[in-house]
């Protein structure tokens, strides 16, 4: 029984890159839209907390998506504020009991200071999934209007995993190639700009480019 090879796609810049990950996704004519999505393998040693790599950037052209945020507030005006700005829900220990209940159909996840400290009984629900609300990514805070504002338009989280891979929404197959390649640039100087000081070696070691079903796309780092 023969093992199938899988095509390698190389990419010499990002621009060329974004050109072969559309055209591999319009090919199969999916009946929905398909996000796109990069994945930046970063050198650090993913082990220690002192290099890890996050934080949160306003993508230029946002995610071509609605994007479905709850928020955790005891306070029932910043309640009231947080839906009446756009979130899906908002509560406190009726939202904590939903989550440990299985519910997880939302993009991201604000919280008030306040209420930090009740919400750790659901960070493994949370924290896995990147949805863990962080002071450093904005996420933590008292201007509950602001952060959901925020959100909608297109502000993205990112981390770095165990293996030290940074994931990240950039957008959609059909928006024009220079939006793409405005919110990937966007990203990548985050990324670089939240290098920890005590991570050696190369940076940026591996850059790839994928959409929703499609395969990656790797991009030459010289040209990152």
Same mark, same amino acid.
């Given at each position: 029984?023969?093992?199938?090879?899988?095509?390698?796609?190389i990419a010499?810049?990002?621009?060329?890159?974004?050109? !072969? $990950?559309?055209?591999?996704?319009?090919?199969?004519?999916?009946?929905?839209?398909?996000?796109?999505?990069?994945?930046?393998?970063?050198?650090?040693?993913?082990?220690?907390?002192?290099?890890?790599?996050?934080?949160?950037?306003?993508?230029?052209?946002?995610?071509?998506?609605?994007? !479905?945020?709850?928020?955790?507030?005891?306070?029932?005006?910043? !309640?009231?504020?947080?839906?009446?700005?756009?979130?899906?829900m908002a509560?406190?220990?009726?939202?904590?009991?939903?989550?440990?209940?299985?519910?997880?159909?939302?993009? $991201?996840?604000?919280?008030?200071?306040?209420?930090?400290? !009740?919400?750790?009984?659901?960070?493994?629900?949370l924290g896995?999934?990147?949805?863990?609300?962080?002071?450093?990514?904005?996420?933590?805070?008292?201007?509950?209007?602001?952060?959901?504002?925020?959100?909608?338009?297109?502000? $993205?989280?990112?981390?770095?995993?165990?293996?030290?891979?940074?994931?990240?929404?950039?957008?959609?197959?059909?928006?024009?190639?220079?939006?793409?390649?405005?919110?990937?640039?966007?990203?990548?100087?985050?990324?670089?700009?939240?290098?920890?000081?005590?991570?050696?070696?190369?940076?940026?070691?591996?850059?790839?480019?994928?959409?929703?079903?499609?395969?990656? $796309?790797?991009?030459?780092?010289?040209?990152?």
């Open positions: 029984m023969t093992k199938e090879i899988q095509e390698k796609h010499t810049n990002l621009e060329d890159g974004i050109k !072969k $990950v559309k055209e591999l996704a319009l090919a199969k004519k999916r009946k929905f839209v398909e996000s796109v999505d990069i994945a930046i393998n970063i050198g650090v040693d993913a082990k220690q907390s002192d290099q890890t790599v996050k934080g949160s950037i306003l993508l230029p052209h946002g995610l071509g998506k609605k994007v !479905k945020i709850i928020v955790f507030a005891a306070n029932d005006d910043q !309640k009231k504020v947080a839906l009446e700005t756009g979130a899906i509560g406190f220990d009726d939202l904590v009991t939903k989550i440990e209940d299985g519910f997880l159909d939302f993009d $991201v996840c604000i919280a008030t200071p306040d209420v930090m400290p !009740k919400i750790s009984k659901v960070a493994k629900k896995p999934r990147g949805l863990m609300p962080s002071p450093k990514n904005g996420t933590v805070t008292t201007d509950i209007k602001k952060a959901v504002s925020e959100s909608l338009k297109g502000k $993205v989280g990112f981390k770095n995993d165990k293996a030290g891979t940074v994931h990240c929404a950039v957008g959609k197959v059909d928006f024009e190639d220079n939006a793409l390649l405005e919110n990937i640039k966007t990203v990548i100087k985050a990324i670089k700009d939240a290098k920890p000081e005590n991570a050696k070696g190369k940076f940026i070691k591996e850059f790839f480019l994928n959409s929703t079903m499609g395969p990656s $796309v790797q991009v030459a780092v010289e040209s990152i």
